[in-house]
């Protein structure tokens, strides 16, 4: 009979050998949803305690990616309750003064110009853009992530995709966004 030590190990191998692949899909779907460095590292490993903690609650392990972006969410939602996070006003000043190139500074500008309009999104509509767009989740995985019917995330995707492009019209940027048939 194996020993309680060994079961730990076999375990703690296991979610390892699963997050590996992952980790670093994990990390930027941190950064993507807390837009800080610090704070993204701090969700992310809360998150890498509380998967390896779980485990063998997972049934599916083709579902891993899935299982631990839920809980990289719920962890930040978590966060988010516990304190108001005010927008550093000094970042993009910092960016300003650092860039060398023009092509480099527009870079810095639409970067930080669609992080802002994200942040106009409701927080909702924002995660399912992320996880869809960015991190290239199907509808089916947004769901299941976020909890909600395929048909809700759908909605959210759509509303997210109208809003932006009303939000980079006015700033005079007309086709950022890929269209709604992708």
């Known amino acids: 009979m194996a020993s309680r030590q ?35 590292d701090d969700v992310y490993a809360q998150s890498v305690l509380i998967g390896l903690e779980h485990i063998h609650q ?13 809980i990289i969410a719920n962890v930040h939602r978590l966060m988010i309750r516990q304190r108001k996070r005010q927008p550093d006003p000094m970042e993009q000043e910092k960016l300003d003064r650092t860039a060398t190139t023009d092509d480099w500074a527009e870079q810095v500008h639409l970067r930080t110009m669609v992080k802002r309009i994200l942040k106009m999104l409701s927080p909702d509509q924002r995660q399912a853009l992320v996880l869809f767009e960015q991190h290239g989740l199907s509808i089916r995985e947004v769901s299941t992530v976020m909890a909600k019917k395929e048909t809700a995330v759908r909605v959210l995707l759509h509303r997210a995709r109208q809003r932006m492009a009303e939000l980079l019209k006015k700033e005079g940027i007309e086709s950022m966004l890929p269209s709604e048939g992708s």
Not at 8 to 15: G, K, P, Q
């Open 6 to 40: 060994e079961l730990t190990d076999a375990r703690n191998e296991r979610f390892l050998a699963l997050l590996k692949p992952v980790d670093a899909d994990c990390q930027r779907w941190a950064y993507s949803l807390t837009q800080d460095k610090e704070d993204a």
């Open 58 to 70: 997972l049934k599916n392990e083709a579902a891993f990616k899935t299982w631990m972006f839920r």
